[in-house]
């Protein structure tokens, strides 16, 4: 076929298609600006650092070892909502300890600047900071985990959760504006559905806590809920409620 007739035989989809092709291969290969295709999603590996903390440098992955980590960052030091934040994360930290959860805070000021606030902190919240803050003056770490939401604030980080699995991917990932402070029970309810999701093929239905029925999931067949669930209600054939498991 002579190629004027290949051009004429090419239909308005395949120009399509070839026009998708060039902007992935453009997003992929952009060696100007940003990354699009970078984005961190759940169950991608959780960027590895080395950074400088309140306890001094730690590679973050090797600091995990084979447990849980949970990295939550602040806008700035000596700030109102961040300083009853971490209060709170250091009264409900032996929670994590129990849960083998690992805690780690971030903020993009100096050391100098964190050790300053954590004294203040320990004074107005009745607490003891019994976890490391990263120092990230360079965002460094800020801009690994997209903490920094230029249409938010050009320079402070937002408020940032990242809960992380014993093979190092993103389990669970929570963006608040500056202005709401976190609810550290809710991500402890969180922790506890994704453990135990994580060890059998359950979930969690809504406003679930510890102790209440768990679901059995959509994909075990019912022919496996009967051997490994004995028991189970089927409220609809898709929704099939079991007491959770001891263990
Ligand atoms: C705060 O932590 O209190 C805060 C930080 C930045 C903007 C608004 C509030």
């Not at 949970?70 to 934040?85: G, M, R």
Request: net charge negative.
């Amino acid at each position: 076929m002579q190629q004027r007739d290949k051009l004429d035989s090419l239909t308005e989809y395949d120009f399509v298609l070839y026009y998708r092709h060039a902007v992935g291969f453009y997003l992929l290969h952009n060696p100007i600006g940003k990354d699009y295709t970078m984005s961190l999603q759940l169950g991608d590996v959780a960027p590895d650092f080395t950074a400088e903390t309140t306890e001094g440098t730690i590679n973050f992955h090797e600091w995990l070892g084979d447990g849980w980590g949970i990295l939550f960052s602040h806008p700035a030091d000596f700030t109102p909502v961040c300083t009853t934040e971490l209060g709170a994360m250091a009264n409900i930290k032996e929670e994590f300890d129990k849960r083998g959860v690992k805690v780690l805070a971030i903020s993009v000021d100096p050391l100098e600047s964190h050790e300053g606030w954590i004294s203040d902190i320990n004074e107005t919240q009745n607490a003891t900071v019994n976890y490391p803050m990263i120092a990230d003056p360079d965002r460094q770490v800020a801009d690994l985990y997209e903490m920094i939401h230029p249409n938010a604030d050009n320079t402070l980080t937002v408020r940032s959760v990242f809960v992380i699995g014993p093979d190092k991917t993103i389990k669970l990932m929570l963006t608040y504006p500056a202005s709401t402070g976190r609810n550290f029970d809710e991500i402890l309810r969180v922790v506890d559905s994704l453990q135990l999701t994580a060890k059998h093929s359950l979930a969690t239905p809504v406003n679930w806590r510890p102790g209440e029925d768990v679901i059995i999931s959509p994909t075990v067949t019912d022919e496996e809920a009967d051997e490994r669930f004995p028991g189970y209600t089927a409220v609809k054939p898709y929704l099939r409620v079991i007491q959770q498991p001891a263990e």
